[in-house]
């Protein structure tokens, strides 16, 4: 049973940065790939970013690729998202996930465990 805890939302204004980190606790976390995940009002649940369990491979979704970096201290058990340049659109609560699985994966539907999430404001 992992248990994963987000951290670092908050409110930011658009050109800022703001990390994010989630830490797992319970668990081998290196054997667990693990994505950001984030959820608007009134909207889906949306990819953000994986990193595979080695962390050689990393994958975004287009609208955060050049802004947003995704990486793990598994010594900390702890993966990061590093918000660069953010936009009201991004504007969301982030959730960060752990899979077995050893390769990216986009869909929720791929993922064991789940934080509770963090809320990222991002104003004009």
């Known amino acids: 049973q992992v248990h994963l805890a987000e951290s670092g939302g908050g409110l930011v204004q658009a050109g800022g940065s703001l990390r994010l980190s989630c830490l797992a606790s319970?668990?081998?976390?290196?054997?667990?790939?693990v994505a950001w995940f984030r959820q608007a009002p009134g909207k889906n649940r949306e990819f953000v970013a994986h990193?595979?369990?080695?962390?050689?491979?990393?994958d975004y979704t287009s609208s955060v690729k050049g802004r947003f970096t995704i990486s793990r201290d598994d010594a900390k058990n702890t993966v990061y998202l590093q918000m660069n340049n953010p936009k009201p659109e991004d504007t969301a609560v982030y959730l960060c996930?752990?899979?077995?699985?050893?390769?990216?994966?986009?869909?929720?539907?791929?993922?064991?465990?789940w934080g509770q999430g963090t809320q990222v404001t991002v104003s004009p």
């Open positions: 319970g668990g081998t976390f290196s054997n667990y790939g």
């Open positions: 996930a752990a899979s077995p699985l050893g390769v990216v994966v986009i869909t929720p539907y791929g993922y064991d465990y």
């Open positions: 990193i595979t369990r080695s962390g050689g491979i990393a």
